[in-house]
């Protein structure tokens, strides 16, 4: 292949900067939003760990990405924690030219184990998810009785290993909007940044109504009442947060409106699922098998021209597009193989 030309860019001219790379399907926690329960109970099965990307494979397909100008990576799940060999990952994605950032989103329960081993295996931040403060609303949203305790000592370890930290928490209608100024009242006194995301329609067992939705406005309007803010300009093309900062402090707040407004017009990332298929959206409803290429001995070369073409062909807008009846019937991949 000659020399490629970046960046490359979709049919809406969106560059290819950021790479989600979903390392198992497998966690800890059944939270409702993402993998309820009912639906992934004891016997759900779960990928074969020879179905799962090895470390080897990743680091190649990373390689690959970041010759295509993707800078930042961000390691997703189910839950990445669970996977054993994931500070050996992180070391050589480290190392890789052209990666300047490197994250990982987690449900936080073993960043006491971990936090400190992938500091030094070169991670710089992590999203942590926390629906609430409330021991009783986090043990029915999480779905297997996990208390708030773990979490904030996963936290605070993150923050003691020197890990950039950002805590998500989605809201849900009825069960936990009543958390809203609990979390943005403790975070902001932790000086954490908070990011609201509104309940989405991702995948298509989480039985996803828009009643269910806490608009961006709806949750802006109750922290504005008890905390003042202001707007904070966006740091890089792509930022899907909104951000604001209480006023007299560094403190910041983010929402994240994935069903009210648009976020596609900036979007700039990639996803490799946990079995390492190919997808150019949240909200795929297909992709291109990476891994069946790699495993068939296809080379660097052969690979990006496959990413570039895929790319390259790209016309994902889904949510300038979701209707109420589109968000209920379209199939779609599910958030414990895409990561968020």
């Known amino acids: 292949m000659g020399k490629i030309q970046l960046p490359i860019v979709d049919q809406w001219n969106r560059p290819l900067r950021d790479l989600r790379i979903s390392v198992t399907d497998q966690c800890n926690f059944r939270c409702v939003y993402c993998m309820p329960a009912e639906i992934f109970g004891p016997n759900f099965r779960f990928l074969n760990e020879d179905e799962l990307l090895t470390v080897e494979e990743m680091v190649l397909l990373v390689e690959s990405f970041a010759e295509l100008g993707v800078e930042k990576i961000r390691i997703t799940g189910g839950e990445p924690l669970l996977r054993r060999d994931l500070p050996s990952l992180i070391e050589r994605l480290t190392v890789i030219q052209g990666i300047r950032d490197i994250a990982l989103t987690t449900n936080g329960v073993h960043l006491v184990k971990y936090a400190k081993i992938l500091k030094e295996a070169g991670l710089q931040r992590v ?19 996990v208390g708030v305790g773990p979490i904030l000592k996963g936290i605070a370890a993150a923050k003691e290993a020197g890990l950039g930290v950002k805590v998500n928490m989605v809201v849900k209608k ?5 958390q809203i100024i609990p979390m943005a009242t403790y975070f902001k006194e932790q000086g954490i940044t908070l990011r609201f995301i509104e309940f989405m329609d991702v995948g298509t067992t989480n039985g996803w109504d828009f009643s269910h939705v806490v608009t961006k406005k709806e949750i802006y309007e109750q922290i504005q009442q008890i905390h003042s803010l202001e707007p904070v300009e966006q ?5 899907v947060a909104s951000r604001y900062r209480y006023v007299g402090t560094n403190a910041e707040v983010g ?3 994935s069903v009210t407004e648009s976020f596609c017009r900036s979007c700039t990332r990639a996803r490799i699922s946990a079995d390492g298929t190919l997808y150019t959206c949240l909200f795929a409803t297909d992709g291109i098998s990476l891994k069946e290429k790699l495993r068939a001995g296809v080379g660097k070369s052969e690979l990006q021209q ?3 073409s895929t790319w390259n062909k790209r016309t994902d807008r889904y949510s300038d597009e979701r209707t109420e009846q589109t968000a209920k019937t379209r199939k779609k991949i599910e958030m414990s193989y895409i990561g968020g």
Do not use: C, P, R, W
């Not at 999203?127 to 779905?143: P, Q």
């Open 174 to 178: 009825g069960m936990n909007d009543s």
């Open 255 to 257: 929402f994240i409106a």
């Open 306 to 308: 496959l990413i570039i």
């Open 235 to 239: 740091a890089y093309f792509g930022e």
């Open 127 to 145: 999203n942590v998810s926390l629906d609430a403060l409330d021991d009783a609303i986090l043990k029915k949203m999480n779905g297997v009785g």
